[in-house]
């Protein structure tokens, strides 16, 4: 057979094919949009790549150019290969600044396994350009090329990456356009479906070793008069929920243009306004859950009575959302800080090395509350222990180190009925006030029979139902939290403080171990697979007290606040980016990549679309809404990276 000779242009033809070949396919197996504005900027970027590639690949002799350009396409396709895994197990894309995640990946590393044997087939049809080359390898030849050559190349490649740029300015004025999210915006899923998978990885390789600073565009709501709900009314008869900071003296003593940005930022918000719900707890016990993979899928009047009971009555909540945005520890991060799970957040997060003057536990300590926490997994599964000691729980209890003495930690996953059972004595019969948190674990995935030791503890309370096995696995792993509440409510009734104290719980994330059509089996109404899949309930209940609906939109970065206000917690509501739900101010939820939802509808990132939910809203609210989420987005990041809170309350 006649040798084929990856030389001059071949390679440059080869590889662009390979290129667009790759990203072809990842959009069909991900169902994201082929035929759009970003197949330009796709293209361009392949025909840049592919000249680099050539250029780098023809210098040496036949043998090391050949090892060269098989390792580079070996590389190419394991990143995709690794945005396919990862979006099929998580659903959201990999970034470097995921990297702190290690532990979390290494302990479900056997999922990993299984998510690779089930997609198989995917990543076999991913990796064929190099599976090809490797057995055509004898057959290819690539010739060492001229310095001219080469240098024609380089130029080209500098042409064409200029080219690139120069597009970017094709409707550079549009919400989210190529341009804003290139210069000014980190939003990694958009980058992937507008750039493609390899762009986006080397925006975000650059941004990771050089930094990116993100563009704040400060706006109030005077710049749309319709959201302004802080009425002077109301004003006369609320005082705002914030603290005497003098941000005046702050920007006149500060050199730092970021920590300067940041405090023009917060000294141009408002606050919330306290409300006839302010200080409505007072004095009571809070019990506040995290909830493993906790959705409203499972609230069913039939298989979990006491979830129903509770999602439906005390305050209940019709519009509210968990944000799935990295994993556990994201929905951990939003619930406990009130900040948006943006990029960069994980490592100064899981260090425990910042300050936060409202630390939940901290706070309730200073309203002469004890405090406790358990968790029933390994305590120090994603730096859990140091988290939480920077929020001021100094009594951390998991497994290794003392609950394993309590509850049995060799199966998987532990059990939430073992673990109230196991703590209940240690805060009931407190002479003050006590706060208890609790992070369950029973409802963590894969769902099936054979792999969840919960699920298989309640297949026979799910048997007669017709959903596929992972949808009931699922089912009966919620079970057992909803066995867990129900003995939590019994024991503060026996010890006659059920009317005292207050019960709250906010799932990290919905069941991504099931896919989209298995949710849909078990869901009321079909559910798209960036919004709808989270919505969720925030339980917040006590016994003593009437029914509450609200309507107004929340999410996972509200609880914090809307907790504080009822239990009278003194903080700055300028500060934390989620609001009081219960406050005058409009409702919002942000998703990962920069959709979210209001009380006046859905906005859509990926396709720029809006839908409201009664009416039409004109363009400028769309747009100046667009500029208070991406704020909110950056100054929870900005918050976290420069420890913003000891820069201001230290």
Not at 121 to 146: A, G, Q, R
Not at 418 to 426: C, L, V
Request: hydrophobic content about 40%; glycine content about 6%.
């Amino acid at each position: 057979m006649k040798k084929f000779k990856l030389k001059k242009y071949n390679i440059i033809i080869f590889t662009f094919l390979i290129f667009i070949y790759l990203e072809f396919v990842f959009r069909l197996l991900t169902k994201n949009s082929i035929f759009n504005i970003s197949i330009l900027y796709i293209v361009i970027y392949a025909l840049f790549l592919s000249n680099l590639i050539s250029f780098l690949t023809t210098w040496f002799k036949e043998k090391v150019n050949k090892i060269i350009y098989f390792i580079i396409t070996g590389i190419c396709c394991f990143i995709y290969a690794l945005q396919l895994c990862i979006y099929k197990m998580f659903g959201f894309y990999f970034e470097l600044s995921l990297l702190g995640a290690t532990d979390q990946v290494a302990s479900f590393a056997g999922d990993g396994i299984k998510l690779i044997i089930e997609n198989i087939l995917s990543i076999l049809v991913v990796f064929l350009p190099l599976f090809i080359i490797i057995v055509l390898k004898k057959y290819i030849v690539i010739k060492k090329t001229n310095i001219k050559l080469n240098g024609i190349k380089l130029i080209s490649s500098i042409i064409l990456f200029i080219l690139f740029i120069l597009c970017l300015n094709i409707n550079s004025k549009e919400i989210n356009s190529a341009k804003s999210l290139y210069n000014d915006v980190n939003n990694n899923e958009l980058n992937i479906k507008k750039f493609g998978v390899l762009n986006a990885f080397r925006i975000d390789f650059k941004r990771k070793i050089f930094g990116f600073e993100e563009k704040v565009v400060i706006v109030t709501p005077g710049d749309y008069p319709e959201e302004d709900n802080n009425s002077s009314e109301e004003e006369v008869k609320y005082e705002y929920n914030n603290l005497d900071i003098d941000f005046d003296e702050l920007l006149e003593n500060e050199n730092n243009s970021t920590i300067k940005m940041m405090h023009e930022y917060f000294n141009n918000e408002t606050g919330t306004l306290q409300n006839k719900y302010t200080k409505y707890f007072e004095g009571k016990n809070l019990i506040l859950f995290m909830a493993e993979s906790f959705n409203e899928i499972a609230v069913r009047e039939d298989l979990t009575p006491t979830l129903y009971k509770l999602v439906n009555s005390g305050f209940k909540f019709n519009n509210f959302y968990t944000p799935t945005i990295s994993s556990t520890i994201g929905g951990e991060f939003q619930e406990l800080t009130g900040l948006v799970a943006a990029s960069g957040f994980l490592s100064p997060w899981k260090s425990g090395e910042n300050y936060y003057p409202f630390g939940i536990a901290t706070s309730f300590e200073n309203l002469g509350y004890e405090t406790y926490a358990y968790h029933n997994h390994t305590y120090t599964f994603q730096s859990r222990n140091k988290y939480l000691a920077s929020l001021g729980f100094d009594n951390f209890l998991g497994c290794k180190n003392g609950l394993e003495n309590r509850i049995n930690c060799n199966i998987w996953p532990e059990s939430d009925v073992e673990m109230i059972k196991a703590t209940f004595d240690d805060y009931k019969d407190s002479e003050k006030p006590f706060f208890t948190y609790y992070v369950t674990v029973s409802g963590h995935g894969d769902y099936g029979f054979n792999y969840s030791a919960m699920a298989r503890k309640h297949k026979e309370d799910v048997k007669d139902l017709d959903y596929s096995e992972k949808a009931l696995a699922y089912l009966a792993s919620q079970i057992e939290l909803d066995q867990a509440l129900e003995l939590l409510i019994e024991k503060l009734d026996e010890a006659g403080i059920l009317e005292d104290t207050v019960i709250a719980l906010v799932g990290d994330h919905y069941p991504y171990y099931l896919s989209l059509d298995e949710v849909n089996e078990i869901a009321s109404y079909k559910k798209d697979s960036v919004v709808e899949i989270n919505r969720s309930n925030f339980i917040l209940w006590n016994s003593n007290m009437e029914a509450v609906e609200i309507d107004k939109v929340g999410s996972q970065i509200d609880v914090l606040p809307t907790i504080y206000n009822l239990f009278g917690v003194k903080y700055d509501s300028r500060l934390i980016i989620g609001k009081d739900i219960l406050s005058t101010e409009p409702g919002l939820a942000i998703f990962g990549n920069a959709s979210w939802v209001s009380d006046k509808g859905t906005y859509l990132s990926s396709s720029n679309k809006f839908v409201p939910k009664d009416g039409e809203v004109d363009s400028e609210y769309i747009k100046y809404m667009n500029n208070i989420v991406s704020n909110k987005i950056i100054m929870s990041k900005y918050i976290m990276t420069n420890d913003y809170y000891r820069k201001v309350l230290g």
